[in-house]
């Protein structure tokens, strides 16, 4: 399999461990998207990067909205600023399996067609043994594989067993002792007698993010695929510009996985968490009347959001508790309506008045405007006009 991910020779290993080192790479992520004209909120990025720290539990994050809002530019200098690998694929209408994703056995030519993807995967493989190609500081760094146009296909048929695996990754332990429950195995043919299967692990230094345009050429995510993904909503664009070319700027500078595992955390400040858990409880006890709750899945995933969200931030633990509400319990609400259910109108108002107890003025708005139509359409939040 040949290589796909190649430094530059004068590629650096980038020191960024612990809290400084983070504020600092977020730092040069918002210098590079001003010098690169694209501006996004800074809430937007903060969302992002806090959904790729939860990957353990919520290995996907979604970029969903309207076409032409700068969705797929967001992960593209968000990595070259990080210093992390960037795959890009796009994803293809006629994709209807994981062959689609990792490559098939060609039995006419007797050799495996290997995409990208899989390419790249081997490369990244930490517990795959090294051979004398390998580059160290490859597998060493980050990869964030970008899934652009993700619903052209339903992401069920060609990513719910990738999406099954990533969920187990946990299981595979350091040494690789318990490796195959979470790899991914490669049809490479007929073996021969003694021979293992090929297998791919996809680790922890592997992220996932997508892009998902919504319109009527598209296929609406699963509860399933929601479940476990973080869904960031581009609302349409407060002024029209005219258009940037993309820039591809290679990093001088890449980061180490060991350094990304310095940024992780488990747990809240104990001053936080019987306000998440009594947060939580309200919000399920009013989801149930609408046969709407939320499993431990999802009370996991918020928790861990909220425990990484960056600290030094004013205001953190309101900000997390916000894109929470909107990642997570907002989506379970679409299709509501007040005129035929009928505790729709009880369970928006508690909902809303739980949203306004956090103080985040433009999801206060956007929530109460979308209560006021006929049935409950979420479309994300427009923060461009808020005062920063």
């Given at each position: 399999?040949a290589?796909?991910l190649?430094?530059n020779?004068k590629?650096?290993?980038l020191?960024?461990?612990?809290?400084d080192?983070e504020?600092?790479?977020?730092?040069?992520?918002t210098?590079?998207f001003?010098d690169s004209?694209y501006?996004f909120?800074?809430?937007?990025?903060?969302?992002?990067h806090?959904?790729?720290?939860t990957?353990?539990?919520?290995?996907?994050v979604?970029?969903?909205?309207?076409?032409?809002t700068?969705?797929?530019?967001?992960?593209?200098?968000?990595?070259?600023a990080?210093?992390?690998h960037?795959?890009n694929?796009?994803?293809q209408p006629?994709?209807?399996?994981p062959q689609?994703l990792?490559g098939?056995?060609n039995?006419?030519?007797?050799?495996?067609?290997?995409?990208?993807?899989a390419?790249?995967?081997r490369q990244?493989?930490?517990l795959?043994?090294?051979t004398?190609?390998d580059?160290?500081?490859?597998?060493g760094?980050?990869l964030l594989?970008?899934?652009?146009?993700m619903?052209?296909?339903?992401?069920?048929?060609?990513f719910?067993?990738?999406l099954?695996k990533?969920e187990m990754?946990?299981?595979?332990?350091?040494q690789?002792?318990?490796?195959h429950p979470?790899s991914?195995?490669i049809d490479v043919g007929?073996?021969v007698?003694?021979?293992?299967?090929?297998?791919?692990?996809v680790?922890?230094?592997?992220l996932?993010?997508g892009t998902?345009?919504?319109?009527?050429?598209t296929q609406?995510?699963?509860?399933?695929v929601i479940?476990r993904?973080?869904v960031?909503?581009f609302?349409?664009?407060a002024?029209?510009?005219?258009d940037?070319?993309p820039?591809?700027?290679p990093?001088?500078?890449?980061?180490q996985?060991t350094d990304?595992?310095?940024?992780?955390?488990d747990?809240?400040p104990?001053?936080?968490k019987e306000?998440?858990?009594?947060t939580?409880?309200n919000?399920n006890?009013?989801?149930?009347?609408i046969h709407r709750?939320?499993?431990?899945?999802?009370?996991?995933a918020?928790?861990?959001?909220?425990?990484n969200?960056?600290r030094w931030?004013?205001?953190?633990?309101?900000?997390?508790?916000?894109?929470q509400f909107?990642?997570?319990?907002?989506?379970?609400?679409?299709?509501?309506s007040r005129?035929?259910?009928e505790?729709a109108?009880e369970?928006?108002d508690?909902?809303?008045?739980?949203i306004a107890d956090?103080?985040?003025?433009a999801?206060?708005?956007?929530?109460n405007e979308?209560c006021e139509?006929?049935v409950?359409?979420w479309?994300g939040?427009?923060?461009?006009?808020?005062?920063?």
């Amino acid at each position: 399999m040949a290589p796909l991910l190649i430094l530059n020779k004068k590629s650096q290993a980038l020191s960024a461990s612990g809290q400084d080192g983070e504020k600092l790479r977020l730092k040069a992520c918002t210098k590079h998207f001003e010098d690169s004209k694209y501006h996004f909120h800074p809430r937007m990025l903060l969302a992002f990067h806090t959904s790729l720290k939860t990957a353990d539990i919520s290995p996907l994050v979604v970029l969903a909205g309207i076409s032409g809002t700068g969705k797929s530019q967001l992960p593209r200098l968000y990595a070259e600023a990080m210093g992390m690998h960037l795959l890009n694929v796009a994803v293809q209408p006629r994709w209807d399996s994981p062959q689609d994703l990792f490559g098939f056995y060609n039995y006419m030519e007797h050799r495996y067609k290997a995409t990208e993807l899989a390419r790249a995967l081997r490369q990244m493989d930490l517990l795959r043994g090294q051979t004398e190609n390998d580059d160290a500081r490859v597998r060493g760094g980050m990869l964030l594989v970008l899934l652009d146009e993700m619903n052209l296909a339903r992401v069920e048929y060609y990513f719910s067993e990738l999406l099954s695996k990533l969920e187990m990754r946990h299981v595979a332990g350091p040494q690789g002792g318990s490796r195959h429950p979470a790899s991914i195995e490669i049809d490479v043919g007929s073996l021969v007698e003694g021979d293992e299967p090929e297998h791919l692990l996809v680790g922890y230094n592997v992220l996932f993010a997508g892009t998902m345009n919504e319109d009527e050429t598209t296929q609406a995510l699963s509860d399933k695929v929601i479940d476990r993904a973080n869904v960031l909503r581009f609302g349409k664009p407060a002024d029209l510009k005219r258009d940037k070319p993309p820039r591809h700027q290679p990093p001088e500078h890449y980061i180490q996985h060991t350094d990304w595992q310095t940024w992780l955390t488990d747990d809240l400040p104990t001053d936080r968490k019987e306000d998440f858990k009594k947060t939580c409880e309200n919000l399920n006890v009013t989801l149930a009347r609408i046969h709407r709750p939320f499993g431990q899945r999802v009370y996991q995933a918020m928790y861990r959001y909220v425990a990484n969200y960056p600290r030094w931030v004013p205001d953190w633990y309101q900000c997390a508790m916000a894109d929470q509400f909107e990642q997570k319990i907002i989506p379970r609400l679409r299709g509501l309506s007040r005129d035929t259910d009928e505790k729709a109108g009880e369970v928006l108002d508690e909902i809303g008045q739980l949203i306004a107890d956090l103080h985040d003025t433009a999801l206060t708005g956007a929530f109460n405007e979308v209560c006021e139509r006929p049935v409950f359409q979420w479309m994300g939040v427009n923060r461009e006009h808020e005062h920063e």
